[in-house]
């Protein structure tokens, strides 16, 4: 039983993140249109950068909440290592296939572990 609740830790934290991540982007797209556009483009205007920050403000969230799904569903810090891995190399993925400021990509690698650890650490 033990070991389920650590694999089901794991499953729920992806699905929180990834979930909320496509929630939040929806949300920002139907407010902000042009910013489903903002990954096409080679250049960014000072709105396109206030649009990236906002993206990257949702996806910190999403990590929270998802680090919060991982310690409600009982797992241990190592779960929330492992979500951790797993999300940086999806962002990593989607940032080797994407137009990119490099800026943005390394802020939202460099901000997934903490802000998940930061969700384990809230009630």
């Known amino acids: 039983m033990m070991k389920l609740n650590k694999i089901l830790s794991v499953i729920a934290g992806i699905v929180t993140i990834g979930l909320l ?3 939040f982007a929806k949300i920002q797209g139907a407010l902000f249109p042009a ?3 903002l990954f096409d483009r080679m250049s960014w205007s000072f709105s396109d950068n206030i649009q990236l920050v906002l993206k990257l403000i949702c996806v910190y ?8 799904a991982i310690s409600f569903c009982g797992g241990a810090s190592r779960q929330h290592y492992i979500v951790s891995g797993a999300i940086m ?3 990593g993925w989607l940032w080797l296939n994407t137009a990119h400021p490099v800026w943005f990509w390394a802020l939202l690698i460099a901000g997934i ?3 998940i650890m930061i969700g384990n650490k809230l009630p």
């Open 89 to 91: 190399l999806v962002v």
């Open 113 to 115: 572990l903490p802000f």
């Open 61 to 68: 969230s999403s990590c929270i909440l998802g680090g919060m």
């Open 21 to 23: 991540s496509s929630v």
């Open 35 to 37: 910013s489903l556009e």
